[in-house]
């Protein structure tokens, strides 16, 4: 899933910030970057079977992740605010694929098959 990957890509961006790798004139925070490796590490072996327990993670992951943003004010550096925001975003699109639920997939498939016997008829 290209979200899961550019999200996975994303913490492991901040990490490198908070750890001192980018020079973004952001002061060093251990705690910081070894959450974001923790989160990052948790993403890459997220279980796309489980839809609950996936979807579940990402909505506590894009709490935390607000909290973070309310309680370390980084109101001055528009990289980590930008970043941040669109980890939140590429999670609500997984949080999308998630909710669609295998009721709703077969339905649709029935749809398309009789749409498609439908043409066929008058035809």
Known sequence: NENLVAASQ???DLSNIFIGCQSLRIEKNENLSVWFNEKKSQLDHLN???HVASRLFLMALKDQLKKIQEYYEFT?????IKTLDSICGHISLMDLYFG????VLTELEI???ISYAWLGIYK
Not at 76 to 80: A, C, D, F, R
Not at 100 to 103: K, L, P
């Open 10 to 12: 994303f913490l492991s």
């Open 76 to 80: 001055t550096n528009y990289h980590v």
């Open 100 to 103: 669609v639920r295998d009721d």
């Open 48 to 50: 796309l079977i489980d």
């Open 111 to 113: 749809i398309s098959d």
